[in-house]
């Protein structure tokens, strides 16, 4: 609090999720390990509010992202979806135009049927284990820093979602 009384910071910045356009009450589902929760965008929402972030607590290097959907009988992977990484979220900032976001687009056409989509920087330390099938061909930006630095400074990741099926995620 400062001298006036006003709060210094609107929000602080705990690990696991943050902040969604859509169902926020759901977003803690994302992180709790259970495969029968979930976060989902409600249909009657905007697709533009279909996106949820997530945030790491502190800037870390991260050299993997996996995304797990749930299984068939539960509903259906993200058609089309975006992943946005940012290396600073400040404190004070609350307007999404403040953050200096990089885009990865993990699956170049409509996703159906993946239900395992794994993004890895675009330098790894070699002791990641292999992804198989579920590797996706994007792969998150090389970091600003040292060329020696492996994977990605990051800390939020937001998903979005840009394309639906029958007002279904």
């Keep these: 609090v ?3 009384g006003a709060p210094v910071y609107d929000y602080f910045l705990f690990p696991g999720p943050s902040r969604a ?3 926020p009450e759901l977003a803690a589902n994302l992180l709790d390990g259970d495969p029968t929760t979930y976060w989902e965008p409600d249909p009657d929402d905007p ?3 279909w996106w949820v972030e ?5 800037t870390v290097p991260i050299e993997r992202i996996r995304l797990q959907f749930v299984n068939e ?7 089309r979806f975006l992943i946005f990484l940012e290396d600073d979220q400040f404190p004070l900032v609350a307007e999404d135009g403040n953050f200096q976001f990089k885009v990865v687009e993990p699956l170049s056409g409509v996703n159906e049927d993946q239900r395992v989509i794994v993004v890895d920087a675009a330098q790894t330390s070699g002791l990641l284990p292999p992804a198989g099938e579920a590797l996706a061909d ?4 090389l970091p600003n820093g040292s060329p020696s630095w492996n994977g990605m400074l990051v800390e939020t990741i937001r998903l979005q979602v840009i394309d639906t099926k029958k007002l279904k995620a």
């Design 2 to 4: 400062s001298n006036t």
């Design 21 to 23: 356009g859509s169902n």
């Design 47 to 49: 697709l533009i509010d």
């Design 54 to 58: 997530v945030s790491v607590g502190r």
């Design 73 to 79: 009988e539960l509903g259906d992977p993200f058609r």
């Design 138 to 141: 994007a792969r998150m930006p």
